[in-house]
DNA sequence: CTCCCGATAT
DNA sequence: ATATCAGGAG
């Protein structure tokens, strides 16, 4: 199939309508909650981060707090969600930045978020877009593999397929895309095995005859 | 590219 | 048993 300038509006048109209601689904009170269950998220189901979440900032919701309460029992509390010792230094790090030198507040700013450690251009986007209502697109895993598919954007690297997504969708929609994408990919267009047979967008996707990849 | 890494789905 | 899960750093 030749995905089409209009193709890509008719998957938009698709996507919007069937997930129009969706909302994050990492729980957070605040910028700063959010950031820590966005770098937790890594390699790591949304539910298992709100569990650990929940335990994790009824004893300690700021960056001072976490400081204090040092790294292995940073480590402890978050083991579960995995690659603990890296998330643990990395939000322990951030932590003490953001009491340093951001006045213990996430900065509203896309590049500054991405000085703090264990905080890529998926984090911060997502951040930016979620928490303080930025238009962005972050790409990750979900929207990397759907948007190929799709062929709505195409691209060897997240950052590309976050340029196409960008090209295809208005920039009033892009936030909202994003959880489209990202819905659509937990629950139809999985990696392992996509249900093409409940797709609402089989008919306008590149992905379904190609055989996915 | 590799490593980090426990929990979960299939 | 194994692929995958709201990735980032070296």
Not at 40 to 52: G, I, M, P, Y
Not at 90 to 116: H, R, T
Not at 161 to 170: C, T, Y
Request: charged share 30%; net charge positive.
């Amino acid at each position: 199939m030749r995905v089409t300038r209009k193709i890509k509006e008719q998957q938009i048109a698709i996507l919007e309508e069937t997930y129009r209601d969706v909302k994050p689904a990492l729980m957070f009170r605040n910028p700063f909650e959010l950031l820590i269950a966005v770098i937790l998220s890594a390699q790591c189901t949304d539910k298992r981060v709100n569990v650990t979440t929940a335990r994790l900032f009824a004893r300690a919701s700021t960056p001072e707090a976490i400081v204090s309460m040092g790294l292995q029992d940073l480590e402890e509390e978050i083991r579960d969600c995995g690659l603990f010792r890296n998330k643990a230094k990395n939000i322990m790090a951030s932590c003490q930045l953001l009491c340093e030198k951001y006045g213990g507040e996430v900065p509203e700013d896309f590049a500054e978020l991405q000085k703090l450690p264990g905080v890529g251009r998926k984090t911060a986007n997502v951040v930016m877009s979620v928490a303080f209502h930025h238009p962005a697109i972050a790409v990750d895993t979900h929207v990397f593999r759907v948007a190929n598919r799709l062929k709505l954007a195409v691209g060897e690297t997240p950052l590309e397929v976050e340029r196409g997504l960008q090209k295809a969708i208005p920039k009033e929609k892009w936030s909202e895309a994003h959880h489209w994408l990202i819905w659509h990919g937990r629950r139809i267009c999985k990696s392992r095995r996509p249900l093409c047979e409940e797709c609402p967008l089989s008919e306008v996707c590149a992905g379904k005859e190609a055989g996915v990849s």
